[in-house]
């Protein structure tokens, strides 16, 4: 079964710039795989932050920006504020109508 | 605006069925270019896409629960709805619904969740 692979937790320091990845643990990360990403902060349902590998969604930040690093997705914060402390999961798209979700990463803002 | 809220009883005995639905308002189940799904959260784990449906009664689901899920639709109500059966304590989670977009492979619009616990 495919598997979906994110760092568990990552730490970045206020206004620095972090990147958090996505990768798959066969093979590699492409547009074809329609990554998305989404924010979730404890008892909130996720919210929606970047589709199609690199499109904000309403009302996201520009600090916020999506990309294909080499072989993985890519999520890079730049500019990091203390209330992006959350999990951050990306969904990569895997054909015939079903999606897999990466275990996430914990940012911790500090 | 599209909302969608999910609804279901919050204590499920083990080996019986997990029976959720989820109400959408704002908008057209019957849409085209989008797929109505299921996804869960385990305390304190991540998210795990469950399947979806399209209005027409498509179904798709994750493999490794495929033998237990069941969702089904109803466009005259304008809902959808998850069965799981079988269930144990390792289906405890909080259970989300959501809009996905086939335009872009996405879930663009999210229910704010419920909470389901599988307890004797």
């Known amino acids: 079964q495919t598997v979906v692979t994110q760092e568990p937790s990552f730490s970045v320091s206020p206004g620095g710039t972090v990147t958090l990845t996505c990768g798959l643990s066969?093979?590699?990360?492409?547009?074809?795989?329609?990554p998305s990403w989404y924010q979730q902060t404890p008892g909130q349902a996720p919210r929606t932050l970047i589709y199609?590998?690199?499109t904000r969604s309403s009302g996201v930040p520009d600090r916020f920006s999506g990309s294909i690093l080499g072989n993985k997705a890519a999520l890079t914060i730049t500019g990091a504020q203390a209330d992006d402390e959350s999990d951050y999961y990306c969904?990569?798209?895997?054909?015939?109508?079903?999606?897999?979700f990466g275990g996430g990463t914990k940012l911790t803002v500090l | 605006q599209l909302q969608l809220q999910e609804s279901g009883p919050g204590l499920v005995k083990p080996s019986e069925t997990l029976s959720l639905t989820c109400t959408v308002s704002g908008g057209s189940i019957s849409s085209s270019n989008c797929h109505w799904g299921w996804i869960r959260q385990p305390p304190g784990k991540g998210l795990e896409w469950i399947g979806s449906i399209y209005y027409s009664g498509t179904t798709y689901y994750n493999p490794s629960l495929k033998s237990r899920v069941t969702i089904s639709v109803d466009t005259s109500k304008n809902q959808f709805s998850l069965k799981l059966s079988s269930v144990t304590a390792a289906d405890t989670a909080v259970y989300y619904c959501?809009?996905?977009?086939?335009?872009?492979?996405?879930?663009?619009?999210w229910g704010k969740g419920t909470t389901v616990t599988v307890s004797s």
């Open positions: 066969s093979g590699s990360v492409s547009t074809s795989d329609y």
């Open positions: 959501a809009r996905n977009s086939y335009d872009y492979y996405y879930m663009d619009v």
């Open positions: 199609s590998t690199n």
């Open positions: 969904v990569l798209y895997m054909g015939s109508g079903t999606w897999v």
